[in-house]
T-cell receptor, first 113, second 113 residues
Framework: GQQLNQSPQSMFIQEGEDVSMNCTSS?????WLWYKQDPGEGPVLLIA?????ELTSNGRLTAQFGITRKDSFLNISASIPSDVGIYFC?????????????FGEGTQLTVNP | DAGITQSPRHKVTETGTPVTLRCHQT?????MYWYRQDPGHGLRLIHY???????DKGEVSDGYSVSRSKTEDFLLTLESATSSQTSVYFC????????????FGPGTRLTVT
């Protein structure tokens, strides 16, 4: 089946540092979605990407749709303690119907004050 | 706020008992989804619905059934709960208007003893 590989699995950083994480797939994706999940809550959509090469920002977050359409990247600049959480990538790859999303297993981010 | 509520938010039940979880949305979205989230597995799709009385299986549907008799409600039933169904269950919606973005509810934590 279709899989998304996220890396790193976890990150421990100091407040103020920049963060980079990525998501790769064995197949082409038409849309990339990035979610954040705070402890005890449901995932919240951060950024949606629709076009290969697209670069989109949401405050201190920037995400890119890889030109091969098999990867995506999320960067967080000047991290703060409330950035703590799990970050998921997701997408409706060509192998699934448009009704379904495939999710990566997440990157757990810890920010030390 | 996607107008999604889940009930109950927490439940403890015994092995072999039936359990029904409810997802309610207020914005008339066509697509609704049930996921489970477990450590090391990320979000896995159980069932989804693409309209009233129209449902389909996800990747981990064994032991679960769903019903959607009204646009706003999507019910997930565990006919005979097992300890392996201890998990956090999330409902999500998608508007179905040409995007793949899904929006999640707050989750239900189910413990089967």
């Amino acid at each position: 089946g279709q899989q998304l590989n996220q890396s790193p699995q976890s990150m421990f950083i100091q407040e103020g540092e920049d963060v980079s994480m990525n998501c790769t797939s064995s197949s082409i994706f038409n849309t990339w979605l990035w979610y954040k999940q705070d402890p005890g809550e449901g995932p919240v959509l951060l950024i949606a990407l629709y076009k290969a090469g697209e670069l989109t920002s949401n405050g201190r977050l920037t995400a890119q749709f890889g030109i091969t359409r098999k990867d995506s990247f999320l960067n967080i600049s000047a991290s703060i303690p409330s950035d703590v959480g799990i970050y998921f990538c997701a997408g409706p790859g060509e192998e699934t119907s448009g009704s379904r999303l495939t999710f990566g297993e997440g990157t757990q981010l810890t920010v030390n004050p | 706020d996607a107008g999604i509520t889940q009930s109950p938010r927490h439940k403890v039940t015994e092995t072999g008992t039936p359990v029904t979880l409810r997802c309610h949305q207020t914005e008339n979205h066509r697509y609704m989804y049930w996921y489970r989230q477990d450590p090391g597995h990320g979000l896995r799709l159980i069932h989804y619905s693409y309209g009233v009385k129209d449902t389909d299986k996800g990747e981990v549907s064994d032991g679960y059934s769903v019903s959607r008799s009204k646009t706003e409600d999507f019910l997930l039933t565990l006919e005979s709960a097992t300890s392996s169904q201890t998990s956090v269950y999330f409902c999500a919606i998608r508007s179905g208007t040409g995007t793949y973005e899904q929006y999640f509810g707050p989750g239900t934590r189910l413990t089967v003893t």
